[in-house]
C-alpha cells in the first residue's frame, strides 16, 4: 500500500489553538478580593470561617450577573482548602494552588456537586442529593452541594429536601443561588443563611473593565467603558458580554474601542443630540424639536430609546440641582449643560417634565404608531413647558401684575402667606395615608399579592405617616409584616413601622365594599318602583344594578 493511500506524504498539519474562552468566563473571580461590590458578603464570611461559625447552608439571591454562582464556588474552595503544605484549614483567602483549589475552579472535584434546578426540578433528583449526603467526602474536607436556580425545584422537591437541609450530616454544606428568592418557600429560608447580592455600581464596573481591557491589551475610552458600565445595570457578566462585543466591534485596526462607536453598537441615540432635544423642549420650540426627533428616528434610533434619554435628562438635571456626584460617563459639556437647566428649571417644572415624559413613555410602549406617539407626546410636553409655574402665577396675581378678570373665584387670599421657598423635599415620595392608598400603591409597585392581604384582611387601627398598626380578620403569612415593611421602604425609600395589634374591630376594605354594595341594594329594593315591580312578581330577583343617584 502507497503512503499516499496513507496520508504519509502530506504536510503535518499544525495544532489547533486553544479555543477562545469569551470575557465572562475568563475573568471569572477566583478570589474573594477579585469579587467586586461584595465587601459586606465577604466580611461575613471572613468572619463566621475564622471564628468557626459556619452555616450548613447558604442562600445567594441576587440579580442575573452579580457572581452568585462564583461566590458559590469560592465557598466551596475557602471551606476545602488544605493550603499549598497541604496542612491549611478552612481560609477566606483560599491558595488556588492546592488540589481542592484547582479541582474546585476547574468544575472536577468529586466532593463538590454542582446541579442546575432548572433541568433538575423533581423529588426524585433531590431524592439522590439526600441518599449521597449520607456518606462522607471522598477526599475534601466538606462535601458541598451547588444548587443554581433552586427557585425551580418543585413543591415536593422543596418538602423532601426540608428534613435533611434542616439536620444535615455535618460534613454536608449546600450553597442555594437564585434571581427570584421570592418563589423559595418559607420553610426554606429559615433554614438558610441568606446573602443578598448588591448590584454592582457603574463606577466600580467602569474601573474592573478597565482593569480587563488593560489584560487584553485593548485601547477603551473611558467614556466607552462608562457607556458599557451604564448598560450592564449592575450585572458583571452582561458588562462583559457587552464589552466582548464592543472589543470585537472595534475590528482589528487597533483602533480600540470608542465611546461613539458602543453607542451605535448599543442603539443609543447621541448624547449631543439629546441634550439639543431636550432644550428645544423646555425652549417651546415644536418644530425644530420634531425634526430633532425625526432625525434620530432616520439613523434607526428607537423612539422609546429617545423618550429614556429624556427621562435620563431630567433625572441628571434634577440630581445636579440637588447637588449630587457627578454621573458615571458624563462629559464635561453635558455636566455645563445640565448645570444651566438646574439652575433654570424649579423643582415643580421638573417634576411635571418627568411625569409627562413617563406617561408619553408609557403610551409609546403601547402605540400602533411608535413615532407618531412620540410626537404627540413631545408636543404635550412643549405645551406644558409653556406653562407658568404655578406658584410664579399666584405671586403675579398677588401683585398685581396680572388682572383677575370680574366674577372669576379668587385664586387666592386677600393676605396670603409668602410660598415657601423650594426645598429638597419636594422631590420627595407621596406617602399612602390610609389602607385605601396602601393597596393602590403596591398594586402600582406591582406587589399584588401584599395589596391582596391589604383589601381583605387588614383591619385598620392607626395610620399615621410612616407607622402602622393593624389587626387582622385572619391569620397572615408569617412574614407579612416584614415583607410589607421592606416592599414599602423599597417603593418610598422611607423606612415604615409595621405593627400587628390584637383586638381590632374595624372593617377591612372587602368588608367596607360589601357593606356598601348591600346598603346600595337595599336602598334599590326600598324605591318605589322597585318595591311595587317586586309585590306585582313575587318570584324576581334582584341580580344588578345601577347606582343613578335617584329612586328611579
Known amino acids: 500500500m502507497s503512503d499516499s493511500l496513507l496520508g504519509l506524504d502530506e504536510p503535518p498539519q499544525p495544532a489547533k489553538g486553544e479555543a477562545y474562552r469569551v470575557l465572562a468566563r475568563k475573568y471569572r473571580p477566583q478570589t474573594f478580593s477579585a469579587l467586586i461590590g461584595q465587601d459586606a458578603m465577604v466580611t461575613t464570611l471572613g468572619n ?5 461559625r459556619l452555616a450548613h447552608a447558604f442562600l445567594l439571591t441576587g440579580v442575573r450577573g452579580v457572581g452568585k454562582t462564583s461566590t458559590a464556588r469560592l465557598i466551596a474552595k475557602a471551606l476545602n482548602c488544605i493550603g499549598p503544605d497541604g496542612q491549611g484549614g478552612p481560609t477566606i483567602d483560599p491558595c488556588g494552588v492546592c488540589e481542592p483549589c484547582r479541582a474546585i475552579a476547574e468544575g472536577r472535584h468529586i466532593d463538590v456537586i454542582e ?12 431524592r439522590e442529593i439526600i441518599e449521597a449526603s449520607r456518606y462522607a467526602a471522598v477526599s475534601a474536607r466538606y462535601k458541598i452541594y451547588i444548587i443554581d436556580e433552586v427557585h425551580m425545584l418543585s413543591k415536593n422537591a422543596f418538602n423532601a429536601l426540608l428534613k435533611t437541609l434542616e439536620e ?10 437564585t434571581t427570584e428568592v421570592n418563589k423559595v418557600p418559607v420553610t426554606v429560608l429559615s433554614r438558610c443563611q441568606r446573602f443578598d447580592l448588591r448590584r454592582i455600581p457603574a463606577e466600580l464596573l467602569a474601573e474592573h473593565f478597565a482593569k480587563v481591557c488593560e489584560a ?18 449592575g450585572s458583571a457578566r452582561d458588562g462583559l458580554s457587552i464589552l466582548d462585543q464592543a472589543i470585537a ?16 453598537m448599543l442603539g443609543l441615540s447621541d448624547r449631543g443630540a439629546n441634550r439639543d432635544l431636550f432644550g428645544k423642549l423646555i425652549e417651546g420650540q415644536a418644530q425644530k424639536a420634531l425634526e430633532g426627533l425625526r432625525a434620530q428616528y432616520d439613523l434607526g434610533v428607537d423612539p422609546l430609546a429617545v423618550l429614556r434619554a429624556l427621562l435620563e435628562t431630567v433625572h441628571g438635571v434634577t440630581l445636579v440641582k440637588l447637588g449630587t456626584h457627578r454621573l458615571s460617563g458624563q462629559s464635561t459639556e453635558e455636566r455645563e449643560a445640565m448645570e444651566g437647566w438646574a439652575s433654570r428649571l424649579s423643582f415643580p417644572a421638573l417634576h411635571r417634565l418627568w411625569q409627562l415624559l413617563l406617561r408619553g413613555h408609557d403610551e409609546v410602549a403601547k402605540a400602533a404608531l411608535p413615532i407618531e406617539a ?28 396680572i388682572a383677575v378678570p370680574a366674577g372669576a373665584p379668587a385664586a387666592v387670599s386677600a393676605e396670603p ?25 403596591l398594586e402600582a409597585h406591582r406587589r399584588l399579592q401584599l395589596a391582596m392581604f391589604v383589601r381583605d384582611y387588614m383591619r385598620p387601627v392607626r395610620f399615621e405617616g410612616s407607622e402602622i398598626d393593624f389587626g387582622a380578620a385572619r391569620p397572615l403569612p408569617q412574614d407579612f409584616v416584614r415583607e410589607l415593611g421592606g416592599a414599602l421602604k423599597d417603593s418610598t425609600g422611607v423606612h415604615w413601622k409595621v405593627t400587628l395589634v390584637e383586638g381590632a374591630t374595624a372593617m377591612t376594605l372587602r368588608e367596607e365594599q360589601a357593606a356598601r354594595q348591600a346598603a346600595e341594594r337595599n336602598a334599590v329594593l326600598a324605591s318605589p318602583i322597585v318595591a311595587a315591580a317586586m309585590q306585582a312578581f313575587p318570584d324576581a330577583e334582584l341580580i344588578g344594578w345601577t347606582k343613578t343617584g335617584s329612586d328611579g
Not at 168 to 177: D, R, Y
Not at 216 to 233: G, I, N, S, T
Not at 249 to 264: F, Y
Request: without cysteine; negative net charge; charged residues 20%.
Open 249 to 264: 466591534h472595534a475590528g482589528l485596526e487597533g483602533e480600540g474601542v470608542k465611546a461613539q462607536a458602543v453607542r451605535q
Open 216 to 233: 487584553e491589551q485593548v485601547e477603551a475610552e473611558p467614556e466607552a467603558l462608562a457607556l458599557v458600565a451604564r448598560a450592564a445595570e
Open 115 to 126: 446541579m442546575d434546578a432548572a433541568s433538575h426540578t423533581g423529588v426524585d433528583d433531590v
Open 417 to 441: 402667606t409668602a410660598p415657601a421657598p423650594a426645598t429638597v423635599q419636594e422631590a420627595g415620595p407621596v406617602l399612602p395615608t390610609n389602607l385605601t392608598e396602601l393597596a393602590e400603591h
Open 48 to 52: 463566621a470561617i475564622r471564628r468557626d
Open 374 to 401: 412620540t410626537e404627540m407626546a413631545l408636543l404635550r410636553v412643549i405645551h406644558a413647558a409653556q406653562l407658568p409655574d404655578p406658584g410664579e402665577l399666584a405671586k403675579q396675581i398677588l401683585s398685581g401684575s
Open 168 to 177: 444535615p450530616p455535618g460534613h454536608v454544606k449546600f450553597l442555594f443561588a
